[in-house]
């Protein structure tokens, strides 16, 4: 009997009406795509695939689309949120413009297949690779998910929206007076990752009366899969709203150091809240004394810009300032998994043949 070809394969699936959840035996000569032939299917279905203009989330849509009609598999109208997504298969795709793969809310599952699509800086798909979960452990150096709390922005109405009155108690003895012109006044050297200092630190409604005029403002959009550029653009316009001489950034929470001011910009409802709680009681890492006390993560102020994106501009429309303390009064925390959790892979090059 002469081997299958990937043509077989595909031919069998279209007669069966399966769909992608549908349970295969892995022994299962007819339906079940061998590793070598179905690496063979999803690159001759999705090289070349353009994915330009296309946010990250519509990415992972049109790959698993052009992953389905290259096996022969009817694209469903939404896919499941399963794990992995082509069930039957038992395989899952990755898309793959750096090299740094991540897993989520999962181990990697030794005998799962895993599509690694590999895009080209011009967003076009070079090439896929399938392999087993168990090639991939060894790049798993930390052998640790990497957890992160997440909440939700619906915007209203209402674009200007100070949902913290005040600073919490423990920060109030240590605010500026409103008189001050800009951060500048009492030290012209100072930077917006300085360490927090009583003359310049303002109040929670002075750095809103401030930030305020930013909403309606447009900056040139760095593109849908450069959340940290764009992220950077607006962390400029705060540090000039605020008053800094200099743009400054460190990398490190809170954004503007010198301000305990953490910066969101959303263009979708996902607030990513990083390792740790904003009304968390524990003191802020690398933040110093503040006179008697010890900055917390629930001190931190909270500015959160929604945006929307058009025709090459980012657009602020909301925003949202509110102290850690009170977040969770204004700002609904998902639940389920309380923290999503990733593993992150570095790949070799040479994985794809580079």
Same mark, same amino acid.
């Given at each position: 009997?002469?081997?299958?070809?990937?043509?077989?394969?595909?031919?069998?699936?279209?007669?069966?009406?399966?769909?992608i959840?549908?349970?295969?035996?892995?022994?299962?000569?007819?339906?079940?795509?061998?590793?070598p032939?179905?690496?063979?299917?999803?690159?001759?279905?999705?090289?070349?695939?353009?994915?330009?203009?296309?946010a990250?989330?519509?990415?992972?849509?049109?790959?698993?689309?052009?992953?389905?009609?290259?096996?022969?598999?009817?694209?469903?109208?939404?896919?499941?949120?399963?794990?992995?997504?082509?069930?039957?298969?038992?395989?899952?795709?990755?898309?793959?413009?750096?090299?740094?793969?991540?897993?989520?809310?999962?181990?990697?599952?030794?005998? =799962?297949?895993?599509? +690694? /699509?590999?895009?080209?800086?011009?967003?076009?798909? @070079? !090439?896929v690779?399938?392999?087993? *979960?168990?090639?991939?452990?060894?790049?798993?150096?930390?052998?640790?998910?990497?957890?992160?709390?997440?909440?939700?922005?619906?915007?209203?109405?209402?674009?200007?929206?100070?949902?913290?009155?005040?600073?919490?108690?423990?920060?109030?003895p240590?605010?500026?007076?409103?008189?001050?012109?800009?951060?500048?006044?009492?030290?012209?050297?100072?930077?917006p990752?300085?360490?927090?200092?009583?003359?310049?630190?303002f109040?929670?409604?002075?750095?809103?009366? =401030?930030?305020?005029? +930013? /909403?309606?403002?447009?900056?040139?959009?760095?593109? @849908? !899969?450069?959340?940290?550029?764009? *992220?950077?653009?607006?962390?400029?316009?705060?540090?000039q709203?605020?008053?800094?001489?200099?743009?400054?950034?460190?990398?490190?929470f809170?954004?503007?150091?010198n301000?305990?001011?953490?910066?969101?910009?959303?263009?979708s409802?996902?607030?990513?809240?990083?390792?740790?709680?904003?009304?968390?009681?524990?003191?802020?890492?690398?933040?110093h004394?503040?006179?008697?006390?010890?900055?917390?993560?629930?001190?931190?102020?909270?500015?959160?810009f929604?945006?929307?994106?058009?025709?090459?501009?980012?657009?602020?429309?909301?925003?949202?300032?509110?102290s850690?303390?009170?977040?969770?009064?204004?700002?609904?925390?998902?639940?389920?998994?309380?923290?999503?959790?990733?593993?992150?892979?570095?790949?070799p090059?040479?994985?794809f043949?580079?």
């Amino acid at each position: 009997m002469p081997a299958r070809t990937a043509d077989d394969y595909f031919a069998a699936i279209v007669a069966s009406g399966m769909d992608i959840y549908a349970p295969i035996d892995i022994d299962d000569p007819i339906h079940y795509i061998p590793t070598p032939i179905l690496e063979e299917l999803l690159n001759r279905g999705l090289v070349g695939l353009d994915l330009t203009g296309a946010a990250s989330r519509t990415r992972s849509k049109m790959v698993k689309e052009a992953a389905c009609k290259a096996l022969g598999y009817p694209v469903p109208k939404s896919f499941n949120k399963c794990q992995p997504r082509f069930t039957g298969q038992d395989f899952d795709t990755s898309n793959q413009q750096k090299l740094n793969m991540q897993i989520w809310n999962e181990p990697i599952v030794p005998t =799962r297949r895993y599509a +690694l /699509v590999r895009i080209g800086a011009d967003n076009i798909v @070079r !090439t896929v690779k399938v392999v087993l *979960g168990e090639i991939l452990i060894p790049f798993d150096r930390s052998g640790k998910l990497t957890t992160k709390y997440q909440a939700q922005v619906l915007p209203g109405p209402e674009k200007l929206n100070l949902l913290a009155q005040r600073d919490t108690d423990a920060l109030m003895p240590y605010l500026a007076s409103t008189s001050m012109r800009s951060v500048n006044d009492s030290n012209p050297f100072v930077s917006p990752i300085d360490q927090p200092k009583r003359l310049s630190l303002f109040s929670i409604e002075e750095i809103f009366h =401030r930030l305020a005029p +930013l /909403v309606g403002r447009s900056f040139q959009d760095a593109g @849908r !899969t450069q959340d940290r550029n764009r *992220g950077a653009d607006l962390h400029r316009m705060v540090c000039q709203a605020l008053g800094y001489e200099n743009y400054q950034d460190n990398g490190q929470f809170p954004d503007v150091l010198n301000q305990l001011l953490e910066v969101k910009l959303q263009t979708s409802p996902t607030i990513d809240l990083g390792l740790v709680l904003p009304n968390s009681l524990g003191a802020v890492r690398g933040v110093h004394r503040l006179g008697s006390i010890q900055p917390r993560h629930c001190d931190t102020r909270y500015a959160i810009f929604c945006a929307t994106v058009a025709e090459g501009q980012v657009t602020l429309t909301h925003l949202y300032l509110t102290s850690g303390e009170k977040f969770f009064d204004h700002f609904r925390q998902f639940q389920g998994k309380v923290q999503n959790a990733k593993i992150q892979l570095p790949l070799p090059r040479a994985l794809f043949g580079e």
